[in-house]
């Protein structure tokens, strides 16, 4: 078993654990530093905001390497690897100073939202920052292919936009993208019908969870604690807690919004303003995705499903999940998805009428 030294612009690498490849943007990983004779060890991203070390810090004057990468859950046996001296290291290992590693230097408060300007999946600052669509271009240019139309500053456009925000260079090109090519022939499958087994629940929860951190970084004033979009980076799962819905959606306008509705904390609390989940709801062309991110604690909840209009995607079953549900929702009774979880503030009440879902083919334009 041979480890490979870690770059800065690394895509694949030897699992320390179990030998097998290591994939980036895909895998969900743990990066191993420490000795090259394994008798002082760490783990670097168990998960957002953690690790594993032997001691807080290394002991004085011995030098530290990255030693190489494991699957998250390989990092045990990468460490018994290590230890054991069972891995073959290369010559040349990147050197790392030990305050890189210190514990004890300042936390970053993963409770607090995004700062301003900078990408939420790993807190970097983005130079020159330019805004980036939350909705891919592919998803744009087949809306613009079937003919939709939006209204942007009172006119109608032919060139349907959604909202943006930003994010990091090495996110976008990494983790970010891949997730982007595993959902678009999902959602593509989902514009007509489909059947969505326990892979595409688990791709649709996380793209959709992505989509949910970006549309809350584009506020003016982000909620959600800066460590559950870490953690997805991290783990490649929505984090604990996080719930996902599904919905279908037949409009002629507004084909690519956000929407999100916060829930506050309950009557009598010391702070009645603070935040402490949050919803968001994603029309996408003809599906909405709501995503339900409590902050403090689990908030298991069984929400109005509108004559199963509204279908459970995360946490995943074993059960195939088959598309589209038998009503749609459209601009008007969107809205009572959107709110149908109690804000702890005044009661929503909401007329809806469903239409039976129907499948229609996308007239493209001739240029398509």
Known sequence: MTGLPIANEWRRASCLGCGSIVKRARDAHSIMVGTRDGSWLAVLGVAAGRGYGDSEVPPPGVQVYELGVCHAACWPLALRSLRTQSV???????????????????MLNLMAPVAQDTCPFCEEFVKDPSKEDIFPQWLIKELIAAGAR??????????????????????NNTWMSTLEQ??????????????????????LAKWATMKAFLADASRDRPVIPRGFARDLKTTKLPHEG??????????????????QWDIYAEEGSEDPNLVIATCVTLIVYRVVLQVSIPFYREMRTTPEDFNNSVLAIW?????????????????????????????????????????STRIVAPQRSPSA
Not at 91 to 98: C, D, R, W
Not at 320 to 327: A, G, I, Q, S
Not at 329 to 348: C, G, K, L, M, Q
């Open 182 to 203: 595993d959902a678009r022939p999902l959602l593509e499958r989902m514009f007509f019908e489909a059947t969505l087994n326990g892979e595409d629940r688990l791709i």
């Open 150 to 171: 939006v209204k942007i500053g009172g006119l109608w456009s032919t060139k349907p936009v959604g909202p943006t925000t930003y994010a990091c260079r090495d996110c």
């Open 242 to 259: 996080i719930q996902v819905w599904a919905g279908a959606f037949h409009d002629t306008t507004n084909f690519l919004t956000a929407l």
């Open 88 to 106: 073959s290291l290369p010559e040349a290992l990147p050197a790392i100073l030990a305050e890189e590693i210190d514990p004890a230097s300042p």
């Open 315 to 355: 946490p995943g079953g074993k059960d195939d999940v088959h598309w589209p549900p038998p009503y749609y929702f459209d601009n008007e009774s969107v809205n009572a998805v959107v709110t149908r979880i109690y804000d702890n503030r005044e009661p929503v009440v909401s007329n809806v009428t469903l239409n």
